[in-house]
């Protein structure tokens, strides 16, 4: 387990943010800025310690779990490579919108 892990965002996890300020910039740019810091400020947080959440309770190996982060009413779906060292982040999604 290394000391620090790398934190890469996915194309489709850029979007995801992309998307959540252009969302709230409508009513509020101040308040999508301050939201999109803060989101990619516990993203980075998961450099170190990122086994702090939960896996599911089902998957077939360890590495293929896909681990969810709270921050505030926001998902963020990552995926942990003990191999690379590295936290790839998935999808961030507001927790009441359905998966799709």
Do not use: C
Request: no cysteine.
């Amino acid at each position: 387990m290394p000391a620090s892990y790398t934190v890469y965002i996915t194309q489709e996890a850029q979007a995801d943010l992309n998307g959540i300020f252009a969302y709230i910039s409508e009513d509020s740019p101040r308040n999508a800025q301050r939201l999109i810091n803060k989101l990619l400020q516990e993203i980075g947080g998961l450099n170190i310690l990122p086994y702090r959440y939960r896996p599911p309770r089902t998957g077939a190996k360890q590495s293929e779990f896909v681990r969810t982060m709270p921050v505030g009413n926001y998902l963020v779906k990552y995926q942990i490579d003990e191999a690379a060292g590295a936290v790839l982040i998935l999808t961030v999604r507001h927790g009441a919108r359905r998966r799709q």
